[in-house]
Structure formats: C-alpha cells, structure tokens
C-alpha cells in the first residue's frame, strides 16, 4: 500500500506489521479534512469495518482537539493520537481493543 500513496501525498507512513493479525486489508485511498490531504486505509476484523486516517499533525493542530485513548461515539470506537509528526484517527465498529492495536502497533 504505501508505494500507492508515493507521490500523492506530502508525507510517508509506515504500516504497523499485522500479517500475523486478524487485520486484513481491503483498500485505500486519498482523502482530504479540510484542505489538508492524507491517506485513509479500510480493513477488515472479523466482521468488522475500521478505517484509518492518517495526516501531517502541522496541518491540523488548529481547530482540533485531543483527547488520548478510545471512546464510543454513536456505535462507533474512535482513537486518535500523535506520533513522528503525523496525526492518526482510527473509527471503526470494532471493540475498543481492536482499535487500540493500532496506537501500540
């Protein structure tokens, strides 16, 4: 997935190794908040649907806010944090644990 996004956005991700996971995935692409661009990436667990968005953290420090660690919000789990310059969302109808790999991985 990530030579995909080569040229196509201002920054480089790295991917957490989930091949040993029940993690599967199923696709991605560009996405913009704002007038920032980022990459957003779909997987499946089990039955489940979590997508992952990933954008620089200078694009988007003014207007959001920040509270670390998973939440329910409407049937959903989110997760968002910081780390190497860029800022991950992770949304998804997964368990909170399942969401939370993604910020230990």
Same mark, same amino acid.
Not at 3 to 22: A, V
Not at 35 to 63: N, T
């Given at each position: 997935?990530?030579?995909?996004?080569?040229?196509?956005?201002? $920054?480089? !991700?790295?991917?957490? @190794? &989930?091949?040993?996971?029940?993690?599967?995935?199923? +696709?991605? *692409?560009?996405?913009?908040?704002?007038?920032?661009?980022?990459?957003?990436?779909?997987?499946?667990?089990?039955?489940?649907?979590?997508?992952? $968005?990933? !954008?620089?953290?200078? @694009? &988007?420090?003014?207007?959001?806010?920040?509270?670390? +660690?998973? *939440?329910?919000?409407?049937?959903?789990?989110?997760?968002?944090?910081?780390?190497?310059?860029?800022?991950?969302?992770?949304?998804?109808?997964?368990?909170?644990?399942?969401?939370?790999?993604?910020?230990?991985?």
């Amino acid at each position: 997935m990530k030579p995909w996004f080569q040229g196509k956005l201002p $920054f480089t !991700f790295n991917l957490p @190794d &989930l091949q040993t996971s029940q993690f599967v995935l199923v +696709g991605g *692409r560009v996405t913009y908040l704002g007038q920032a661009p980022g990459a957003h990436l779909i997987f499946h667990i089990r039955k489940h649907q979590i997508s992952v $968005f990933i !954008f620089q953290d200078r @694009d &988007l420090r003014v207007g959001l806010g920040s509270v670390p +660690g998973a *939440r329910k919000r409407h049937s959903f789990e989110v997760d968002s944090w910081s780390q190497d310059g860029l800022r991950y969302f992770v949304i998804g109808d997964a368990s909170a644990a399942d969401i939370q790999i993604w910020q230990r991985a």
